[in-house]
């Protein structure tokens, strides 16, 4: 009985690889943004779970490209310091102080530990942030938000030049001004304006909610982008998941072929929404 069990899962992972065939000839070279929040991070297993992911992708032919978060992280750090915090419309603002913290966490902690996760996993990963070889060039998004930056000007050469070596670029969304200030940059801002820039088949947004939810608090698998406006003037999308759709809308009007919102706890949620045909999460199109 215990060798017949294990023949049905043996035959059902082999259905599965051969149901995925159609979509791994779909993604085949394709490039694919994945912002990996700070709140789906999770414990070790999640982010080793992230990390297989990520060097999968790349092993079948994906560029994975991916974009970090990481405001939990920087929450505890700057309540061990003992500064203060302000969010309007879910955006940090950030002053001199905590810009200085943000840059520590995401360029150093934060990105070196996705880093070594996906190289532990046999991956080629390289960790940069938006200052390095001016990849990310902003101007302040607003002076209410203080060092929070817009980004204005993307280089994708630097992350093109990392895919001919077959390396797999995690990118702290931190930015350099035009006079050299440091901005922090909303991840899912950041990682939409560098999906834009290289014009990415998919961006995949994984956070630590489901999707987007309609009035009656249902999750919506496919939207419209006039679809979402309509959703955040009723006051249906609001909180921290504006800048995410956002993000999403600014994405796919600007050349990616569609967003998805994707719950980043889930085990092999960047594969589910790839590989198979149900997918996962709400996605976004034009």
């Known amino acids: ?26 993604f085949n070279d394709a490039i694919v943004v994945v912002k990996f929040g700070g709140n789906a991070m999770g414990d070790d297993e999640t982010m080793t779970s992230f990390a297989r992911d990520i060097v999968l992708l790349r092993q079948v032919g994906v560029n994975p490209v991916v974009v970090h978060g990481g405001g939990p992280m920087i929450n505890e750090l700057l309540d061990k310091l003992g500064i203060q915090s302000e969010f309007i419309d879910g955006k940090r603002v950030t002053d001199a102080a905590t810009v200085e913290v943000v840059e520590m966490v995401l360029s150093g902690l934060v990105n070196k530990r996705i880093v070594q996760a996906i190289n532990e996993q046999g991956g080629k990963a ?32 630097v992350i093109k030049n990392l895919f001919e070596d077959d390396m797999i670029p995690v990118i702290a969304p931190v930015g350099v001004g ?48 006039a679809e979402v406006e309509e959703m ?13 759709t ?34 996962a999460g709400s996605m976004i199109r034009a």
Do not use: W
Not at 4 to 25: F, G, I, N
Not at 193 to 200: G, M, Q, T, V
């Open 246 to 279: 956002e993000t999403a809308i600014a994405a796919v009007r600007g050349g990616v072929r569609a967003c998805t919102i994707v719950d980043g706890r889930v085990a092999n949620a960047v594969l589910l929404e790839l590989f198979t045909e149900h997918g």
């Open 232 to 244: 955040t003037r009723a006051g249906v999308i609001s909180g921290g998941m504006i800048p995410k």
């Open 126 to 157: 390289v960790g940069l942030s938006g200052k390095d070889a001016s990849l990310m060039i902003c101007e302040p998004a607003d002076a209410k938000f203080g060092f929070v930056g817009e980004p204005v000007e993307i280089n994708p050469a």
């Open 1 to 26: 009985m215990k060798q017949r069990d294990m023949t049905r899962d043996h035959l059902a992972v082999a259905r599965t690889l051969s149901e995925a065939l159609p979509y791994l000839q779909r």
């Open 178 to 225: 035009r006079k050299g200030e440091t901005f922090n940059v909303n991840g899912d801002t950041a990682a939409g304006a560098i999906a834009a820039a290289l014009k990415a088949d998919r961006l995949l947004l994984l956070t630590n909610v489901s999707g987007v939810k309609n009035a009656q608090g249902e999750l919506v698998t496919e939207l419209k982008a």
